[in-house]
């Protein structure tokens, strides 16, 4: 059963990762004009790429938290209701919110990249 639900979990992360990919590189197609501008007047490849990985990192460790509650309250509601016992473990919980960054940042790397390596000139002229 944990197996089971590991894999679930796992494949779940992976879609979430594979939704933060997307709305970055929405992100990143939007803002195409600010990122030339931030370059064009000195911002480096490692500013922007920090500025996106940064934004994928908060937004997979927000879920990862968002996540950490609902089950913990979702245990302790099953634990109050059916009388089942369903402890809630530090270990997974930590584990949970690592991997959760992790995802974070595999999944982001891929539009922070794509945003540092824009030309300037490129990104200025782009719409």
């Not at 302790?76 to 016992?85: E, K, N, Q, R, S």
Request: proline share 2%.
């Amino acid at each position: 059963m944990v197996l089971l639900l590991a894999a679930v979990a796992s494949i779940s992360l992976v879609v979430g990762g594979i939704g933060i990919m997307n709305i970055l590189l929405v992100s990143v197609t939007e803002r195409t004009r600010e990122i030339g501008l931030r370059m064009a007047i000195g911002a480096r490849r490692l500013h922007v790429l920090l500025q996106f990985l940064t934004e994928a990192v908060f937004l997979s460790v927000t879920g990862g938290i968002a996540g950490i509650v609902l089950g913990a309250m979702f245990s302790w509601g099953v634990t109050a209701i059916a009388g089942w016992a369903a402890p809630v473990s530090a270990v997974a919980i930590a584990g949970g919110f690592l991997f959760s960054a992790a995802v974070g940042i595999f999944f982001g790397c891929y539009p922070a990249r794509k945003a540092a390596h824009l030309n300037p000139i490129e990104a200025l002229r782009y719409e």
